[in-house]
Nanobody, 123 residues
Framework: VQLQASGGGLVEAGGSLRLSCAAS????????MGWFRQAPGKEREFVSM????????DYADSVKGRFTIYRDKAKNTVYLQMNSLKPEDTAVYFC?????????????????WGQGTQVTVSS
């Protein structure tokens, strides 16, 4: 499975961005797609996930109510709509794929990773 993330950029606090993660290859093996982020000097943390069938989603408390994850099955693409952005959302955002039939917030349980896209929120 190959993942290509895009959509990052520089935005003012309160603004919005939409990240995309296009999957290719053995996508029929994918059960869960997740978004993680890593700020300088910090560990990579869970942001959100969605099952490939779209039936289940999960969000970190820090983004709940501001971020929305959804997928376009025809395009094999998962999106992360980020609204009401805060400076503390500044990080490199990574998409990841999990092939086992259970959901997870643990980054170590995702086998495939995209290259990361920078999100910078200015105050």
């Amino acid at each position: 499975v190959q993942l290509q993330a895009s959509g990052g950029g520089l935005v003012e606090a309160g603004g919005s961005l939409r990240l995309s993660c296009a999957a290719s290859g053995r996508t029929f093996d994918v059960y869960v797609m997740g978004w993680f982020r890593q700020a300088p000097g910090k560990e990579r943390e869970f942001v959100s996930m969605i099952t490939w069938n779209g039936y289940s989603t999960d969000y970190a408390d820090s983004v709940k109510g501001r971020f929305t994850i959804y997928r376009d099955k025809a395009k094999n693409t998962v999106y992360l709509q980020m609204n009401s952005l805060k400076p503390e959302d500044t990080a490199v955002y990574f998409c990841a794929a999990r092939i086992y039939y259970s959901t997870s917030r643990d980054r170590n349980e995702y086998a495939y990773w995209g290259q990361g896209t920078q999100v910078t929120v200015s105050s």
